[in-house]
């Protein structure tokens, strides 16, 4: 069994319902899942997980404060190697189409390979046309355009929940591949 962490900030809402949908990804792919707002999540929550996603919205094409909070103080674990060797991955929204997506997913790469992290991003593997994940799609991770309060699209939930899937199967193969070296 993988367990899966999906952990995220959200003031509107939009974030929460990519982290809903990537936890139910998660659990159609077989992963015990916690889905837990930043500000109740822990560092054993980390431990616990084969799989960490992280959802936030961009603000300024970073990660939101209410997040880095929590990803700050999760320095005892990064020094005693505990969060190396997992599967890691992150979505986000923004305001506008170009309000900092890419940055801000880029932001977490920078986090999770100073703890050692297997970055598991989405690419273009969703089963959706090409055209339609160039047009509507991020190859780092899911994304929405939330404007001013529109909840995420179907397009946008269909694709965290694929990178949640995604990010289990790499986790069992890793797992798999691990057990067979014993």
Known sequence: M????????SRTGSIKGLAEAAADGAAGAGAQVRLLPADEAGNADLEWADVVLFGTPSHYGTIAAGLKTF????????RTGRLADKVYGAFVSSAST?????????????IFTHWGGIIVPPGFTAPVSAAEQMRSGNPHGAGHVAGFGNPP?????????????RAVGVAAQLASATASAR
Do not use: P
């Not at 993988?2 to 900030?9: L, Q, T």
């Not at 699209?153 to 899937?165: D, P, S, Y």
């Open 71 to 78: 990803i700050d103080g999760t320095g005892d674990l990064w």
């Open 153 to 165: 699209t179907e397009f946008a939930l269909a694709a965290a929940r694929h990178q949640a899937g």
């Open 2 to 9: 993988i367990n899966v962490a999906v952990i995220y900030y």
């Open 98 to 110: 170009h309000g900092g997506q890419e940055t801000t997913l880029a932001t977490f790469t920078t």
